[in-house]
């Protein structure tokens, strides 16, 4: 069965480059034996490579696990849509890399490697200090708790696109980072937004 590697230069590249790289691996035909259309490769993964490094690594705790979580991604994709890829093949494999990676970690509740946040995000902070105590069980419940009241808020009121921004926080993602991602002209659009929709819905000392 044959193997993609993304870079597609990888095996060419000097040792201390590749040494420097986490390869993403994707069996290139599907369960079925059919090759998979080489655009979910090409336009789909390769863009954006890096950020799906970064979700394995703040999702799921160990960036080495890329490999798997995109695999299931082109492989789902590519069962759903077949060839056709549309017009930002690239966007698909994000919006479903977010989801596939809080599956592949449901095993936690708001798994411990997964980055809390706390309401001075919302607030302004972009994020907190990834530096904190491991064994502060308490604030790590107190967090997760007022994470599911946010999120179930915005289920309630069908806020579709500030579920896409906390998702995108929670995997590590800066506001500048996710104005780009989502095609915003500026990072201030989704913050602003997001802002002030928490002060709408929880007044200082609500949570």
């Given at each position: ?71 299931i991604v082109v492989h789902k994709l590519w069962e759903r849509h077949g060839p056709d890829a ?76 500030l579920r896409q921004y906390l998702k995108m926080l929670r995997a590590g993602f800066t506001w ?32």
């Amino acid at each position: 069965m044959g193997v993609v590697i993304i870079p597609f230069n990888y095996e060419q590249l000097p040792e201390p480059q590749r040494k420097a790289i986490v390869p993403i691996c994707i069996a290139a035909v599907d369960r079925h034996g059919n090759p998979i259309a080489r655009v979910w490769f090409e336009q789909g993964v390769a863009p954006i490579q890096d950020h799906l490094r970064k979700i394995a690594r703040n999702q799921l705790g160990d960036v080495r696990r890329v490999s798997e979580l995109t695999e299931i991604v082109v492989h789902k994709l590519w069962e759903r849509h077949g060839p056709d890829a549309g017009t930002l093949p690239w966007r698909r494999v994000f919006i479903w890399a977010m989801w596939e990676a809080q599956k592949l970690a449901a095993g936690d509740w708001y798994s411990r490697h997964t980055e809390p946040l706390g309401l001075d995000t919302f607030q302004g902070d972009v994020q907190e200090d990834s530096v904190r105590d491991p064994t502060d069980y308490g604030k790590l419940y107190e967090k997760s708790l007022m994470i599911a009241v946010i999120e179930r808020r915005i289920d309630e009121q069908q806020r579709d696109d500030l579920r896409q921004y906390l998702k995108m926080l929670r995997a590590g993602f800066t506001w500048e980072e996710i104005g780009d991602e989502l095609g915003y002209q500026t990072s201030e659009t989704p913050r602003k937004r997001f802002e002030r929709w928490v002060k709408k819905n929880f007044p200082k000392g609500a949570l």
